[in-house]
Each structure stands twice: as structure tokens, then as C-alpha cells.
């Protein structure tokens, strides 16, 4: 019998009730956000948290680690790595793990998040139950090599489970309180635990919304697609038709589509020469793909 015909989804309990905690306690942050309830500054602090945590997932674990669209110096590489704990959305490892696991195997069983299981399972279900069989099984011929020989890589996956904790909830929860008096337990709610959940949810809508609605000018067989709103709120990472057929690409679209500032941010990088080898789609590479898909010969 296939693994696939022997399979039942087993609910994992503790994440569930974890997730329904984190999110009581985001909409606690995000009422204290709006009502004024708490400083300005700490409603500040969020904001930047938040766009600083992206930037670790954008530029560091996605389009860096996991698609070597671009190197890196070790100075850039330690900040994307602080960054990306902050996001605490797995260590660095894990999280390129089943991303490219999910790029090999795109909408199949062995994808982490394979879409054709449902909205929600790509969304966020897919964190709530044991994985498919085929997902070890398959993923098990993705190469990691590079990963395991990069030291910060390394030394995040090691110390992670004390590391991303303390980053993403202790120090948003203590820094506000230390540096301008303000209530630790709103500092929690909002400056960890909403701005937490709200980055989540913005990079989840890749798994989902951008493998559900959009164009899909330059791949006709995958589900992934061109979604403008899911773009707008990951800095550039919703031209995901795009994405799955040119992975390394830097920018991760075709067209400087003005929300790319995760490719301003490595272009910025560049220049001050921590980043470098940046690799691109020729325009060539790209109107040859377009033009299959546009006459049914992909
Ligand atoms: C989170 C991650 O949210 C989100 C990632 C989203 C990615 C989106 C990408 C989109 C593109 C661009 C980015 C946009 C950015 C936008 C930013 C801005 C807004 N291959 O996992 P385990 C093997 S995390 C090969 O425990 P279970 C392996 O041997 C949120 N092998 O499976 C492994 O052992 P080890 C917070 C694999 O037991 C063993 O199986 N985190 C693979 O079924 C067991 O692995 C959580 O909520 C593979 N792919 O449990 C945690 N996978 O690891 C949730 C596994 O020792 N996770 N193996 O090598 C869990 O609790 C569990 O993983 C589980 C499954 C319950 C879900
Ligand atoms: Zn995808
Ligand atoms: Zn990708």
C-alpha cells in the first residue's frame, strides 16, 4: 500500500492550543495598539520589529539561505540570522528545509504545505499535524550540504530553542519596559505576541492566497501565482508564479514592482559590498518563458 493511501492526519494538541493562545494574546496587543491603551512607542517599536523580523525571512532565510539567490558577507549574515530568529518561524535549517522541499515537490503530499489539501492546511494547518510520510521520505533527496557548512547556520540551530524565544517574546516584552516605563504586559501583547502573529499570518499568505488566486504568466501547471495583495504585505515575495519557475532569482519578480523593498534591501547591501553575486533572470530567459506559457508549450 502507498503511503499516501495509509496515511490519517494526526492532530498535534499542544501546537493547537498554542496557536489559539498566541493569537488571544495578539488580539490583546493589537486592542492596546489601536485604543491608545499603550505608549506611542511602543506602538512604534512594533512597527519596527515587525518590518525587521520580514526582512530576516525575505532577504535572509527565503531568497539567502534557502535559494542562494545572492552571498553574503559574514556581518550581513549574523544580522539576517538575529532577524530571523526574531520572526521565530523555525530555525534557519528547518525553515530552508521545507522550503525547498516544497519547491521540489510543489502540491504534492511530500510539499510540508501542499495547497491541494486546503486553504487553511496551507495556510497554517500544515504547523498543527504530523507530516506526510512522503514529506521525510522525498524530502530526504533535497541537499542541505550548504547549510549544515555555514557556521551561523549552525550555531542558530543549535541554541534555538533558547534563542528564539528570548528573542522573539523576552527582549520586545523587557526592552519597552526598561527603556521607557512601559506596562511589561502590553509590551508583551502587542510588541510580542501581535506583532509575532501578524508576520505569520503576512508569510502563511504566500502558502495560500498566492497558490490559490492570481495570474500565471510564466507557469500554467503550478498553482502558485502572481498576487499582487500577498506582495504588498511580504515585501515583494507574492509574485510567486514568478518565483517557482526563476527561485533564484534575487528579487523574486520579474518587474520592479515598487513593494520589492526585500531586493532594495540586498541592492542596498550590495553597495556597501556584504552582499554580492547577485543572480537575476536575463530578460531573454524570462520573454522565453512567457512566450511557452502563452502558446501551451511549457
Ligand atoms: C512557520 C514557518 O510559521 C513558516 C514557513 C513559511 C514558508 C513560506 C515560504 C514562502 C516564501 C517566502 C517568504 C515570505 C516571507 C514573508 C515575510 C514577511 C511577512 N525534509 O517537523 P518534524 C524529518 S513556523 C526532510 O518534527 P513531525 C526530519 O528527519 C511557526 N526531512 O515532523 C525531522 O527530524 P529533525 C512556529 C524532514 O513530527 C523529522 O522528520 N513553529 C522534513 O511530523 C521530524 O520532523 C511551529 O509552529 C523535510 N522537509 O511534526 C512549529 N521535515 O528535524 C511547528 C521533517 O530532527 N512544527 N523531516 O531533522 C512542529 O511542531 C512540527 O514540525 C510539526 C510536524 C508538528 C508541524
Ligand atoms: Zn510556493
Ligand atoms: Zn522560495
Not at 495598539?33 to 525587521?52: G, H, N
Not at 504588498?232 to 534575487?250: C, I, Q, R
Request: with cysteine.
Amino acid at each position: 500500500m502507498s503511503s499516501t493511501a495509509s496515511y490519517k492526519p494526526q492532530i498535534v494538541w499542544p501546537n493547537v492550543i498554542v496557536m489559539l493562545l498566541y493569537h488571544y494574546f495578539s488580539v490583546l496587543g493589537l486592542y492596546y495598539m489601536l485604543t491608545m491603551t499603550q505608549k506611542w512607542q511602543t506602538t512604534l517599536f512594533c512597527i519596527i520589529l515587525m518590518r525587521a523580523g520580514n526582512l530576516g525571512i525575505t532577504a535572509g532565510s527565503h531568497r539567502l539561505w534557502c535559494h542562494k539567490a545572492y552571498k553574503a558577507k559574514l556581518p550581513l549574515r549574523i544580522i539576517l540570522c538575529v532577524l530571523q530568529t526574531l520572526s521565530f518561524q523555525n530555525s534557519i535549517y528547518e525553515w530552508c528545509r521545507d522550503h525547498r522541499v516544497h519547491h521540489k515537490f510543489t502540491d504534492t503530499d511530500a510539499d510540508p504545505h501542499n495547497i491541494n489539501r486546503g486553504f487553511f492546511f496551507a495556510h497554517m494547518g500544515w504547523l498543527m499535524v504530523r507530516k506526510h510520510p512522503d514529506v521525510m521520505k522525498l524530502g530526504k533527496t533535497v541537499s542541505l550540504s550548504d547549510l549544515e557548512a555555514d557556521p551561523v547556520v549552525r550555531f542558530q540551530k543549535k541554541f534555538y530553542v533558547i534563542l528564539a524565544p528570548v528573542t522573539c517574546f523576552v527582549l520586545p516584552t523587557v526592552l519597552p519596559w526598561y527603556l521607557w516605563n512601559e506596562n511589561w504586559y502590553f509590551a508583551f501583547c502587542s510588541a510580542g505576541m501581535f506583532r509575532y502573529i501578524s508576520s505569520l499570518h503576512s508569510t502563511w499568505l504566500v502558502n495560500s492566497a498566492a497558490h490559490t488566486w492570481g495570474s500565471k504568466p510564466y507557469n500554467r501547471s503550478i498553482k502558485a501565482s502572481e498576487n499582487k495583495v500577498v506582495s504588498a504585505l511580504t515585501w515583494g515575495e507574492g509574485w510567486h508564479n514568478y518565483h517557482h519557475v526563476f527561485p533564484w532569482d534575487y528579487k523574486a519578480a520579474e518587474l520592479g514592482t515598487g513593494d520589492n523593498w526585500s531586493a532594495t534591501f540586498i541592492e542596498v547591501m550590495a553597495k556597501i559590498g556584504w552582499a554580492y553575486d547577485l543572480r537575476t533572470a536575463s530578460p531573454t530567459m524570462i520573454k522565453e518563458k512567457r512566450d511557452k506559457t502563452s502558446t501551451g508549450f511549457e
